[in-house]
Protein backbone atom coordinates (compact mmCIF):
# COMPACT_ATOMS: atom_id res chain seq x y z
CA UNK A 1 0.00 0.00 0.00
CA UNK A 2 0.98 3.77 0.38
CA UNK A 3 3.32 4.65 2.54
CA UNK A 4 5.77 7.68 3.58
CA UNK A 5 9.24 7.38 5.05
CA UNK A 6 10.49 10.10 7.10
CA UNK A 7 13.85 11.15 8.49
CA UNK A 8 14.61 9.89 12.04
CA UNK A 9 14.83 12.79 14.38
CA UNK A 10 15.02 14.60 16.60
CA UNK A 11 17.21 17.36 14.74
CA UNK A 12 18.80 19.56 16.08
CA UNK A 13 20.11 22.73 14.94
CA UNK A 14 21.26 26.26 15.96
CA UNK A 15 19.44 29.22 14.96
CA UNK A 16 19.94 30.38 11.09
CA UNK A 17 21.25 26.87 10.27
CA UNK A 18 20.40 25.34 6.85
CA UNK A 19 17.45 22.56 7.32
CA UNK A 20 16.95 18.94 4.91
CA UNK A 21 14.92 16.90 6.49
CA UNK A 22 14.06 13.88 4.13
CA UNK A 23 11.05 12.09 3.03
CA UNK A 24 10.40 9.63 0.12
CA UNK A 25 7.16 8.03 -0.73
CA UNK A 26 5.68 4.62 -2.38
CA UNK A 27 2.37 4.67 -4.15
CA UNK A 28 0.58 4.07 -7.15
CA UNK A 29 -0.67 6.47 -9.32
CA UNK A 30 0.46 10.13 -9.06
CA UNK A 31 -0.31 11.28 -5.45
CA UNK A 32 -0.48 14.21 -4.39
CA UNK A 33 2.40 15.57 -1.39
CA UNK A 34 2.26 17.88 2.07
CA UNK A 35 3.98 19.38 4.40
CA UNK A 36 2.22 19.29 7.69
CA UNK A 37 4.04 21.17 10.97
CA UNK A 38 2.93 20.16 14.94
CA UNK A 39 3.42 22.65 17.36
CA UNK A 40 3.49 21.96 21.10
CA UNK A 41 0.13 21.01 22.19
CA UNK A 42 -1.99 21.58 18.91
CA UNK A 43 -3.07 20.07 15.93
CA UNK A 44 -1.31 19.64 12.80
CA UNK A 45 -1.53 22.35 10.32
CA UNK A 46 -0.41 22.34 6.52
CA UNK A 47 2.83 24.40 5.58
CA UNK A 48 3.25 23.41 1.59
CA UNK A 49 1.77 21.08 -0.64
CA UNK A 50 2.50 19.79 -4.61
CA UNK A 51 0.48 18.20 -6.54
CA UNK A 52 2.46 17.09 -9.74
CA UNK A 53 5.91 15.79 -10.51
CA UNK A 54 8.73 19.01 -10.43
CA UNK A 55 6.00 21.20 -8.24
CA UNK A 56 7.45 22.93 -5.58
CA UNK A 57 5.93 23.70 -2.82
CA UNK A 58 6.84 26.77 -0.64
CA UNK A 59 5.56 28.91 2.47
CA UNK A 60 6.68 30.45 5.85
CA UNK A 61 10.57 30.34 3.92
CA UNK A 62 10.35 26.34 3.74
CA UNK A 63 10.07 24.79 0.41
CA UNK A 64 10.42 21.23 -1.12
CA UNK A 65 9.72 19.84 -4.60
CA UNK A 66 8.18 16.65 -6.11
CA UNK A 67 10.62 14.59 -7.52
CA UNK A 68 8.92 11.95 -8.90
CA UNK A 69 12.21 10.00 -10.38
CA UNK A 70 13.57 9.77 -6.69
CA UNK A 71 9.99 9.66 -5.19
CA UNK A 72 11.17 12.16 -3.05
CA UNK A 73 9.50 15.47 -1.32
CA UNK A 74 12.46 16.89 0.63
CA UNK A 75 11.69 19.57 3.19
CA UNK A 76 14.00 22.51 3.31
CA UNK A 77 14.48 26.08 4.64
CA UNK A 78 17.59 28.39 4.25
CA UNK A 79 17.87 29.81 7.92
CA UNK A 80 15.41 28.46 10.71
CA UNK A 81 14.54 30.25 13.80
CA UNK A 82 13.93 29.08 17.46
CA UNK A 83 10.34 29.27 16.28
CA UNK A 84 10.22 26.67 14.11
CA UNK A 85 10.69 23.70 16.29
CA UNK A 86 7.89 21.96 15.85
CA UNK A 87 6.97 18.47 14.98
CA UNK A 88 7.10 17.96 10.55
CA UNK A 89 5.16 15.51 8.79
CA UNK A 90 5.42 14.38 5.22
CA UNK A 91 1.90 13.07 3.73
CA UNK A 92 0.69 11.85 0.80
CA UNK A 93 -3.17 11.87 -0.87
CA UNK A 94 -3.76 8.75 -2.32
CA UNK A 95 -4.92 8.19 -5.94
CA UNK A 96 -8.67 8.18 -5.44
CA UNK A 97 -7.98 11.40 -3.14
CA UNK A 98 -9.47 9.90 -0.07
CA UNK A 99 -6.60 9.18 2.30
CA UNK A 100 -4.15 10.82 3.64
CA UNK A 101 -1.01 8.80 4.75
CA UNK A 102 1.76 10.40 6.82
CA UNK A 103 5.66 9.73 7.97
CA UNK A 104 6.34 9.22 11.16
CA UNK A 105 6.97 13.04 11.94
CA UNK A 106 10.65 14.65 12.57
CA UNK A 107 10.94 16.52 15.40
CA UNK A 108 13.12 19.74 14.61
CA UNK A 109 14.76 21.54 17.66
CA UNK A 110 16.36 25.08 17.19
CA UNK A 111 18.82 26.91 19.79
CA UNK A 112 19.50 30.17 20.08
CA UNK B 1 -14.62 30.67 13.17
CA UNK B 2 -14.73 27.02 14.83
CA UNK B 3 -13.08 24.58 12.31
CA UNK B 4 -13.06 21.48 13.67
CA UNK B 5 -13.67 20.79 17.48
CA UNK B 6 -12.74 17.95 19.45
CA UNK B 7 -13.96 16.86 22.89
CA UNK B 8 -12.69 16.04 25.00
CA UNK B 9 -9.38 16.93 25.53
CA UNK B 10 -8.32 14.83 28.06
CA UNK B 11 -9.62 11.32 29.13
CA UNK B 12 -8.47 8.67 31.69
CA UNK B 13 -10.84 5.16 31.05
CA UNK B 14 -10.54 1.86 33.07
CA UNK B 15 -9.95 -1.27 31.18
CA UNK B 16 -13.28 -2.67 29.81
CA UNK B 17 -14.79 0.97 29.57
CA UNK B 18 -16.72 2.72 26.58
CA UNK B 19 -16.53 6.12 25.60
CA UNK B 20 -17.38 8.67 22.45
CA UNK B 21 -14.99 10.76 21.09
CA UNK B 22 -16.46 13.98 19.92
CA UNK B 23 -15.58 15.57 16.71
CA UNK B 24 -17.74 18.66 14.71
CA UNK B 25 -16.62 20.35 11.85
CA UNK B 26 -18.33 23.75 10.54
CA UNK B 27 -16.62 24.18 7.03
CA UNK B 28 -19.18 21.90 5.55
CA UNK B 29 -16.67 19.19 4.41
CA UNK B 30 -17.17 15.91 2.85
CA UNK B 31 -14.14 13.79 4.08
CA UNK B 32 -13.87 13.33 8.05
CA UNK B 33 -11.02 11.20 9.60
CA UNK B 34 -9.64 10.17 12.98
CA UNK B 35 -5.92 9.51 13.43
CA UNK B 36 -4.09 8.24 16.46
CA UNK B 37 -0.62 9.14 17.23
CA UNK B 38 2.05 7.66 18.99
CA UNK B 39 5.40 8.10 19.86
CA UNK B 40 7.50 6.37 16.95
CA UNK B 41 4.77 5.58 14.29
CA UNK B 42 3.52 9.18 13.24
CA UNK B 43 -0.40 8.87 12.23
CA UNK B 44 -2.39 5.85 11.20
CA UNK B 45 -5.61 6.44 10.34
CA UNK B 46 -8.28 4.57 12.09
CA UNK B 47 -11.47 4.91 10.37
CA UNK B 48 -12.72 8.14 7.28
CA UNK B 49 -15.87 9.08 5.84
CA UNK B 50 -16.04 10.60 2.15
CA UNK B 51 -19.73 11.69 3.24
CA UNK B 52 -22.85 11.20 5.69
CA UNK B 53 -23.52 7.59 5.55
CA UNK B 54 -20.40 6.35 4.00
CA UNK B 55 -17.46 4.96 6.40
CA UNK B 56 -14.41 3.14 5.95
CA UNK B 57 -11.99 1.67 7.47
CA UNK B 58 -8.40 2.41 8.03
CA UNK B 59 -5.51 1.15 8.74
CA UNK B 60 -5.68 0.10 12.55
CA UNK B 61 -9.92 -0.10 12.76
CA UNK B 62 -10.03 -3.14 15.27
CA UNK B 63 -11.51 -1.74 18.87
CA UNK B 64 -12.93 1.52 17.03
CA UNK B 65 -16.46 2.25 15.37
CA UNK B 66 -18.00 5.35 13.78
CA UNK B 67 -20.85 6.58 12.28
CA UNK B 68 -21.73 9.52 10.07
CA UNK B 69 -25.22 10.41 10.42
CA UNK B 70 -24.40 14.41 9.02
CA UNK B 71 -22.19 16.09 7.46
CA UNK B 72 -20.85 17.72 10.39
CA UNK B 73 -20.33 15.11 13.18
CA UNK B 74 -17.87 11.95 13.19
CA UNK B 75 -17.75 10.50 16.48
CA UNK B 76 -15.50 7.61 17.08
CA UNK B 77 -16.62 4.85 19.60
CA UNK B 78 -14.38 2.95 21.98
CA UNK B 79 -16.37 -0.03 22.89
CA UNK B 80 -14.21 -1.88 25.62
CA UNK B 81 -10.64 0.39 25.89
CA UNK B 82 -7.47 -1.50 26.34
CA UNK B 83 -4.17 -0.09 27.69
CA UNK B 84 -3.13 -0.35 23.89
CA UNK B 85 -5.37 2.09 22.60
CA UNK B 86 -3.72 4.91 25.08
CA UNK B 87 -2.69 7.26 23.07
CA UNK B 88 -3.31 10.94 21.41
CA UNK B 89 -6.64 11.11 19.03
CA UNK B 90 -6.99 13.76 16.29
CA UNK B 91 -9.87 14.23 14.23
CA UNK B 92 -9.46 15.67 10.33
CA UNK B 93 -12.16 17.35 7.40
CA UNK B 94 -11.09 18.34 4.45
CA UNK B 95 -12.96 19.08 0.81
CA UNK B 96 -13.94 16.66 -1.37
CA UNK B 97 -10.48 17.00 -4.04
CA UNK B 98 -6.93 16.04 -4.60
CA UNK B 99 -5.27 19.32 -3.87
CA UNK B 100 -7.46 19.75 -0.69
CA UNK B 101 -5.95 21.07 2.52
CA UNK B 102 -7.01 18.75 6.04
CA UNK B 103 -7.91 21.01 9.39
CA UNK B 104 -7.50 18.87 12.35
CA UNK B 105 -8.65 19.36 15.73
CA UNK B 106 -6.81 19.90 18.66
CA UNK B 107 -6.53 16.50 19.72
CA UNK B 108 -7.78 14.00 22.62
CA UNK B 109 -5.32 12.90 24.86
CA UNK B 110 -6.72 9.21 26.13
CA UNK B 111 -5.29 6.79 28.70
CA UNK B 112 -6.11 3.78 29.59
CA UNK B 113 -5.76 2.18 33.25
Not at chain 1, 40 to 62: H, I, R, V, Y
Not at chain 2, 38 to 56: E, K, N, W
Request: proline share 4%; aromatic share 12%; net charge neutral.
Amino acid sequence: GDSVTQMEGPVTLSEEAFLTINCTYTATGYPSLFWYVQYPGEGLQLLLKATKADDKGSNKGFEATYRKETTSFHLEKGSVQVSDSAVYFCALLNTGFQKLVFGTGTRLLVSP
Amino acid sequence: NAGVTQTPKFQVLKTGQSMTLQCAQDMNHEYMSWYRQDPGMGLRLIHYSVGAGITDQGEVPNGYNVSRSTTEDFPLRLLSAAPSQTSVYFCASRPQGKNTEAFFGQGTRLTVV
